[in-house]
């Protein structure tokens, strides 16, 4: 029942700066542990970042990305800071019962994805 709308992916340069947003309805928003997780052409899933009771960061975007979520808008957003070519993958909205789900590159809900490019 419950739907994630991804949307604010681009073509950016090296260095530069996006911010992501995941919409959700269908669901009690408060109540699910949510994160992002990216997948590049040939490549597997990776977790990116999660929110839900704390914060968890994959070490390849820590200090780099930010995670929050705003439970009056229902959305989720990740703000992307000084990009790379690497980070450069199709972002996924998820949602489950909790970040540890996440962190273990699981979830229970997806969005579509948004394409987010990083040009050198």
């Known amino acids: 029942q419950v739907q994630l709308v991804e949307s604010g992916g681009g073509l950016v340069r090296a260095g530069g700066s996006l911010r992501v947003s995941c919409v959700a309805s269908?669901?009690?928003?408060?109540?699910?542990?949510m994160g992002w997780f990216r997948q590049a052409p040939g490549k597997e899933r990776e977790f990116v970042a999660g929110i839900g009771s704390v914060r968890y960061y994959a070490d390849s975007v820590k200090g780099r990305f930010t995670i929050s979520r705003d439970n009056v808008k229902n959305t989720m957003y990740l703000q992307m800071n000084g990009l790379k070519p690497e980070d450069t993958a199709v972002y996924f909205c998820?949602?489950?019962?909790?970040?540890?789900?996440?962190?273990?590159?699981?979830?229970?809900?997806w969005g579509q994805g948004t394409q987010v490019t990083v040009s050198s």
């Open positions: 998820a949602a489950t019962t909790s970040v540890w789900v996440l962190v273990r590159n699981e979830a229970d809900y």
């Open positions: 269908g669901g009690s928003f408060e109540d699910y542990a």
